[in-house]
């Protein structure tokens, strides 16, 4: 069996890859409603993690949230947690709360 076939296969059984998940995924509709998006960084996540989880909720790029906390040397005080963001919020606004 190629790849090809294989992929097909899998796909038609609800599988795919990572990749396609991450970026192909709409958020959660709890975050589609209201002034503010809620996430969740786990304990333990790297800056591009956070990044990652960040440009899921339609809040920020994750290479321009990674760059900016380098920047700001914040890299080591980012805090895991439940976080109530505003839509539109500035960058920075959203690296000082997470900074806390």
């Known amino acids: 069996m190629s790849k090809e076939e294989i992929e097909r296969r899998a796909e038609a059984l609800g599988m795919g890859y990572r990749e396609q998940f991450l970026l192909l995924q709409p958020p ?3 975050q589609l409603e209201g002034p503010e998006v809620e ?3 786990p304990p333990g996540s790297t ?3 956070i990044g990652e989880i960040l440009a ?3 809040l920020a790029d994750a290479r321009d949230f990674a760059s900016r906390v380098t920047e700001m040397g914040l890299s080591r005080q980012l805090r895991a947690g439940v976080y109530r963001i505003p ?4 960058l920075d606004s959203i690296i000082k709360q997470l900074a806390r």
């Open 28 to 30: 959660p509709s709890s």
């Open 39 to 41: 996430v969740n960084i």
């Open 47 to 49: 800056i591009q993690e």
């Open 56 to 58: 899921r909720a339609g």
């Open 87 to 90: 839509r539109g919020a500035e």
